[in-house]
């Protein structure tokens, strides 16, 4: 059974959503972007039993395990997963960001059972003015 949960940290309306399967185990995570420019991941976790209470009730926030505030220089409209380039650390995950900047954005994923880690991989496009 689903249990509805706020997912509240973004300043302006979510663009985009998309599942970030890492590897060895590790929990899936969702990304959301946003036109506050700024990518959340979140944990996605196990369907609970649901009461009548719970589904009456506000559904209870959740922090995002990472965050990166300025991801893009302009609103991001879309966030795709994307597999491993060759040669990469097989302990990372990987997805993209377009933005109104003008840009995609390669971001990647600490995989392991520890804190989440997010790192700006390459940028494809010229930001806009640039």
Known sequence: TFVPT????????????????RPGGAPPLLATASADKSIHLWPVGAPAAESSAMR???PEPVAPL??????HTDAIVALAALPAPPGADPSLAFFAS????????IWSVSGGPGPV?????????KPHGA
């Open 117 to 125: 880690g997010v790192a700006h991989v390459a940028t494809l496009g």
């Open 6 to 21: 706020a997912l509240r940290a973004h300043s302006h309306f979510v663009n985009a959503a998309a599942p970030i399967i």
């Open 56 to 58: 009456d009730a506000d």
């Open 66 to 71: 990472a965050s990166v505030p300025a991801a």
């Open 98 to 105: 377009a933005g109104w900047d003008h840009t995609v954005r």
